[in-house]
Each structure stands twice: as C-alpha cells, then as structure tokens.
C-alpha cells in the first residue's frame, strides 16, 4: 500500500498555512493552474514537501526567500488571517506599513475572524512549515474566555483529548485563570486543526465568548509590549526555531 511523504502535505492545506487564501479557495487556484510544485502545475489533492519542492502562485515563490523577514503581530478582532478575502472583509496584511506591505508575507497560524492575538507574518516557507505541521507539535496557547465556569470533570476531558470529526485531539495543558471573576481558562494544544480550541470547547459544552492567542511556538504575545507589531531579527528567529524542535 503507498505510504505518503511524512512530511508531505496537500497542496491545497499548504496555500491556506501560507495565507494565500481559505482550503477551499485555494483548490479552486490550484484548478485554475494559478499554482506551479517544480515549474509545473499543481494538481488538486497533490501532496508537496515544502523543505523540498518550490512553490509559486501566480508565477511567484511561496516557500522560500533570500531575504527572510519576521513580523510578529498582535492580530485584533475583526480582520481575517489571509493575504486576500473574496468576501472583502479587512485582512492582517492591511496592518502593515506599506513598506512590509511590498515584500509579500503570509500570515502563519490563522486565526479567525473573531479570534485575536499572536500572529506570525514572514516569507519564509520553512518556518512557516515548522510551526503549523501537527509532526513538529509546536506548542501555541491561548487564553479563553467561556460562557461560565467549567467543570472540573470538562477541564479533565479537555486534558486527556476529545473527539472531534477528524479525530481524537492529544491531550492539551489546562489551566483556570483567575481574571475579573470571570471564567477565563488557559490551553495549550500542540495541533493546529480548523478553529481546534473553539470546537473543543462547543465539544465539552461551553461557548467562547473570547479567545487569545499568547503563544505560537517559541514566541509570545508579550514580546510585543505595547506594539501593534514587531520586526524580528532573522538568525534569532531561525535559532529560536531549531531549539525548540530539539
């Protein structure tokens, strides 16, 4: 029976990671031959390894760059986490100056629409690829706020892994936030499925009301302070990378 690439991933998955737009929409470019792997065009349902295979949409290299550069953002709610919307709502890249603006980076780690908090743009494919793909389990935490207090036995289930349409999930850290007395809970999951910690908690029985992202791998939202953003230095990016895989 063939065994796909590890590393692989399907193309489609792959545009989405990189910002160029939602599954869907990038299978519809993908069938609109907008989408080369190694100069020649894309197939729907194709798998690619980005350390390995070149990636261009619309003739330009998605997963590679000789000049890489990291902008770290404090996302807030209302913008959605792509390059482009077909629906015209405001996207993350309309939150830089128009000098990042020019340099085409996608944004890793989507956050939805009314989600907020740490996001990662950059041009590098391989760093993008690192922190989204489930076999590197990187770590990203968020802070959640519910509808009410959760159970303890909610909070166990949540810690040992649930199931949900795709699967089961792997256990996640959870913690109880006192804040405000308000039922604010922290969770760190080491996949990155579609919406994962908003359909968690609809699993285990709550309603988010609002939810933060204070971690994306090595970085945290705290590393911005009081900034909107933050240009990161590329060898510290990469090192910070590397020693967290080891």
Same mark, same amino acid.
């Given at each position: 029976? %063939? ?24 299978? +519809? ?14 197939? $729907? ?7 390995? !295979?070149?990636?261009? %949409? ?20 209302? %913008? ?5 919307? +077909?629906?015209? #709502? ?35 494919? !391989? $760093?993008? &690829? ?6 590197? +389990?990187?770590?990203?935490? &968020? ?21 949900? #349409? +795709? ?25 990155? #499925?579609?919406?994962?910690? #908003? ?6 029985? &709550?309603? $988010? ?9 090595? %970085?945290?939202?705290? !590393? ?16 910070? $990378? ?5």
């Amino acid at each position: 029976m %063939f065994s796909p690439d590890p590393d692989s991933v399907k193309i489609h998955a792959y545009l989405a990671h990189m910002g160029i737009a939602s599954r869907r929409k990038s299978e +519809e470019l993908v069938a609109a031959g907008k989408v080369t792997v190694n100069n020649q065009p894309a197939q $729907v349902g194709q798998r690619i390894n980005p350390a390995k !295979d070149e990636v261009k %949409f619309n003739g330009k290299v998605v997963n590679s760059s000789e000049n890489p550069v990291y902008v770290l953002i404090n996302k807030p709610h209302g %913008f959605v986490s792509t390059t482009d919307d +077909e629906l015209g #709502r405001p996207t993350v890249l309309q939150l830089l100056p128009e000098s990042l603006k020019k340099l085409r980076l996608y944004p890793v780690g989507r956050l939805d629409q009314d989600s907020q908090g740490l996001m990662l743009l950059t041009n590098d494919g !391989d $760093v993008a &690829y690192k922190l989204t793909h489930p076999k590197f +389990e990187m770590p990203k935490t &968020y802070e959640v706020l519910l509808d009410r207090s959760p159970t303890e036995a909610a909070v166990n289930i949540l810690r040992r892994g649930m199931l949900l #349409r +795709e699967g089961m999930t792997a256990p996640a850290e959870v913690e109880l936030i006192e804040r405000d007395n308000k039922p604010w809970l922290s969770i760190t999951i080491h996949e990155g #499925r579609n919406r994962q910690v #908003r359909r968690m908690m609809e699993r285990a029985g &709550y309603d $988010v009301q609002k939810l933060i992202r204070i971690r994306l791998g090595p %970085f945290i939202l705290s !590393d911005l302070g009081e900034k909107p953003m933050l240009q990161l230095d590329a060898t510290q990016v990469q090192k910070a $990378v590397t020693e967290l895989l080891q």
